[in-house]
């Protein structure tokens, strides 16, 4: 029993700890400011996605002008599936005929201009058409 006793202390002393990634709840204006300041760091936020339909999908906030999050969809565990089907059956393909807004989570990338996301998770996705009248 002591000896057990003695191998569970050793066990839970030897068994790396894990830091707990704090998400940071922010605006894109926010990142926009201090872009070194949230480089790698996990951040949520609301945004706007805007999609070509072929290849190019971005992020932004229409409060924050010229700054936007450029999206590789093979980088990141979110499922676009959601996404997907607004931007491909729904109206145009694309986004010119359409709003998409959603709750994004990942982890924010510094580039030289604008960034990166590396998107975790797409939650509270709305869309709306757009009146072309």
């Not at 609301?46 to 700054?67: H, K, L, V």
Request: charged share 25%; proline share 2%; hydrophobic share 35%.
């Amino acid at each position: 029993m002591k000896y057990l006793i003695l191998m569970t202390f050793f066990l839970a002393a030897c068994t790396p700890m894990h830091k707990a990634v704090s998400t940071r709840n922010v605006t894109l204006c926010e990142v926009q400011l201090d872009r070194d300041g949230y480089d790698g760091k996990s951040i949520v936020f609301r945004a706007r996605i805007s999609s070509d339909g072929i290849e190019n999908t971005s992020i932004w906030d229409p409060e924050c002008r010229n700054f936007s999050l450029s999206v590789d969809h093979n980088d990141g565990s979110a499922d676009w599936s959601d996404i997907n089907k607004i931007i491909y059956s729904v109206g145009d393909v694309g986004t010119s005929d359409k709003i998409i807004s959603a709750d994004i989570s990942g982890v924010f990338h510094k580039m030289p201009r604008n960034g990166k996301i590396s998107v975790m998770s797409i939650t509270k996705i709305r869309y709306s058409l757009i009146d072309k009248r």
